[in-house]
């Protein structure tokens, strides 16, 4: 299986602040990688796909980069709706893995 | 309204059974994928098993391989889940997620439903 890696595990940021969350792959994953958001109690929401296409609705401080085994999440200008966990999922081979997850808290 | 409702979870012992049930409505069932997606208390996601829009090609991750059974069933644009012998760690939120768009990531997530494995 493909492993994904999340780093960091925990970031504290205050609001208006740019940050980035990586993620990487065990093996090559060419662009098959989805980012998502988790708030507390609900369920997640997909942010992005393909790596850097931004799902319908989102807000375009988000954004996504990388290919091959490494890459990132970032978010422009941290807004106080924004504190939550984010997962990045492969998708290039079966069985799908998540990462470990990135929690987001405030400073 | 595009929406996922998830229904069946509940207290079983170990070595027990449940089924979950997905109903999807507001989208096209029968083109997309769909997925089975947990999340132990406290702890991240873990896929499942996911089935392919016309159901013939099904797969599972190793910790429930031989226990599970993904199913579909388009008269009733709903999702299945055969859960056999469960375990404690099988203990979870257990959500259903569409993948619409011929790749798989999940692009739709129901709400979720709790299992809780305990005698």
């Known amino acids: 299986d493909i492993q994904m890696t999340q780093s960091p595990s925990t970031l504290s940021a205050s609001v208006g602040d740019r940050v980035s969350v990586t993620c990487r792959a065990s093996q090559s994953i060419s662009s098959w990688l989805a980012w998502y958001q988790q708030k507390p109690g609900k369920s997640p929401k997909l942010l992005i796909y393909?790596?850097?296409s931004l799902e319908s609705g989102v807000p375009s401080r988000f954004s996504g980069s990388g290919s091959g085994t490494e890459f990132t999440l970032t978010i422009s200008s941290l807004q106080p709706e924004d504190f939550a966990t984010y997962y990045c999922q492969q998708y290039k081979s079966f069985a799908l893995t998540f990462g470990g997850g990135t929690k987001v808290e405030i400073k | 309204e595009v929406q996922l409702v998830e229904s069946g979870g509940g207290l079983v012992q170990p070595g027990g059974s449940l089924r979950l049930s997905c109903a999807a409505s507001?989208?096209?069932?029968?083109?997309?994928?769909m997925n089975w997606v947990r999340q132990a208390p406290g702890k991240g996601l873990e896929w499942v098993s996911g089935?392919?829009?016309?159901?013939?090609?099904?797969n599972y991750a190793d910790s429930v391989k031989g226990r599970f059974t993904i199913s579909r069933d388009k008269s009733k644009n709903t999702l299945y889940l055969q859960m056999n012998n469960l375990r404690a760690e099988d203990t979870a939120i257990y959500y259903c997620?569409?993948?619409?768009?011929?790749?798989?990531?999940?692009?739709?997530w129901g709400k979720g439903t709790t299992v809780t494995v305990s005698s």
């Open positions: 089935i392919s829009s016309g159901g013939s090609n099904t």
């Open positions: 393909q790596a850097s």
């Open positions: 997620a569409s993948s619409g768009r011929g790749y798989y990531y999940m692009d739709v």
């Open positions: 507001g989208f096209t069932f029968s083109s997309s994928a």
